[in-house]
């Protein structure tokens, strides 16, 4: 399954990814550019919050209450974000389009 990540430049990067990987963890190890994930997935920072393309959204399992609270307090707020350690992905995500924000630090 593929995955596009726009990246924080604009550039659009394509990458092969497997059901059950979690987004930010298939970021960090193919050196997508801009998911900081300061706390390592323990969703307490905020750092690899993205924002999922509108026709996408719908498609994932909703944010948990304690994801939405962090992501009150991210620097780049949308209604399509989320925390990238929190997505699982699934072959219904296969294409997924991911936008990165601006560097999160």
């Not at 930010?24 to 997508?32: I, P, R, S, W, Y």
Request: glycine share 8%.
């Amino acid at each position: 399954m593929i995955v596009r990540f726009t990246e924080p430049d604009g550039s659009l990067k394509e990458v092969e990814a497997n059901p059950g990987d979690s987004l930010m963890e298939l970021a960090k190890a193919k050196g997508v550019d801009g998911i900081v994930a300061e706390c390592g997935g323990s969703m307490v920072c905020g750092t690899c919050h993205v924002h999922v393309a509108e026709q996408w959204f719908d498609r994932l399992d909703p944010a948990s209450s304690m994801e939405q609270d962090i992501l009150e307090f991210v620097l780049y707020p949308d209604p399509c974000a989320r925390l990238s350690c929190q997505i699982k992905l699934s072959e219904q995500l296969d294409g997924l389009e991911i936008i990165i924000p601006p560097a999160q630090r």
